[in-house]
């Protein structure tokens, strides 16, 4: 597994149970400080209503904005890392026969509902007279929850060392340009090889894999503060306006924009 780098550790809250069936936690996060890897007794949805998170499992890191969340199962061991300032809104929730939730980490989009019962939530916890207001808002989190739509960016990572010797050198020099062929020169293998044992170990082909790669190092990047043009050439564009045009396109907004959007 790769290692996110320059980072501070700080403590994974203390807490050996829950008061209650979903319980909302928050913190202000600085830039570049990171909870290690822990897991829960309990479920978790990793939120924040502002800046952007980097959230780390085995296989697989997803970098989540303020229009994003991802659900981690109970015991999935993960680390959550803030790539510029965050306010952080997660919820925990208690296992149920009738959660109907995933069994595996899930990325949904946050509806502009959502955001504003985990924000009235937060408000609201720990005001006994409101207990009867606490479980509608409940309810009716669990309920959008349950409705969020499902979203399928993630970077995943491989297991065997043929493909974590691609992907580590991918990582450290994401402009690198070597080509399906000079890979397998190098490992010993073919690139039809190659080719059909990343799809079958990570689910998607080299080249979509290193695109994933680009965006997802070009947010942490731009969170943190870098110039847009080292960016492009760092990732391996031609062009400042080819990476632009790129991101655009994926993300909705200009690179210029997207940290302050």
């Given at each position: 597994m790769y290692?996110?780098?320059g980072w501070v550790d700080i403590e994974v809250p203390d807490i050996e149970c829950l008061p209650k069936a979903i319980f909302p936690r928050s913190q202000s996060l600085l830039p570049r400080q990171r909870f290690p890897v822990h897991s829960h007794n309990w479920n978790q949805f990793v939120y924040a209503t502002s800046g952007t998170l980097a959230v780390t499992v085995a296989r697989a890191r997803y970098v989540i904005t303020p229009e994003q969340a991802i659900w981690v199962p109970t015991g999935v061991n993960h680390s959550v890392a803030a790539l510029n300032g965050v306010e952080f809104r997660n919820l925990y929730v208690l296992d149920s026969p009738d959660l109907m939730m995933p069994s595996d980490c899930t990325v949904f989009s946050v509806t502009p509902l959502l955001r504003e019962l985990i924000i009235e939530l937060e408000n609201i916890t720990g005001q006994t007279k409101n207990k009867s207001y606490v479980?509608?808002?409940?309810n009716l989190i669990l309920e959008q929850l349950r409705r969020s739509p499902k979203m399928n960016f993630h970077l995943p990572w491989p297991q065997s060392?043929?493909?974590?010797?691609?992907?580590?050198?991918?990582?450290?020099?994401p402009a690198d340009k070597r080509s399906v062929d000079d890979w397998g020169r190098e490992l010993g293998a073919s690139a039809r090889t190659l080719t059909r044992r990343f799809e079958n170990e990570m689910g998607i082909t080299i080249r979509e894999w290193r695109f994933r790669l680009r965006l997802s190092l070009a947010m942490e990047w731009?969170?943190?503060?870098r110039n847009i043009t080292e960016i492009?050439?760092?990732l391996g564009y031609s062009s400042t306006s080819a990476f632009t045009y790129m991101f655009r396109k994926e993300m909705g907004c200009p690179p210029s924009e997207w940290c302050v959007s």
């Open positions: 290692h996110l780098r479980d509608l808002l409940d060392l043929m493909l974590q010797t691609i992907c580590n050198s991918l990582y450290a020099n731009l969170c943190s503060g492009a050439l760092d």
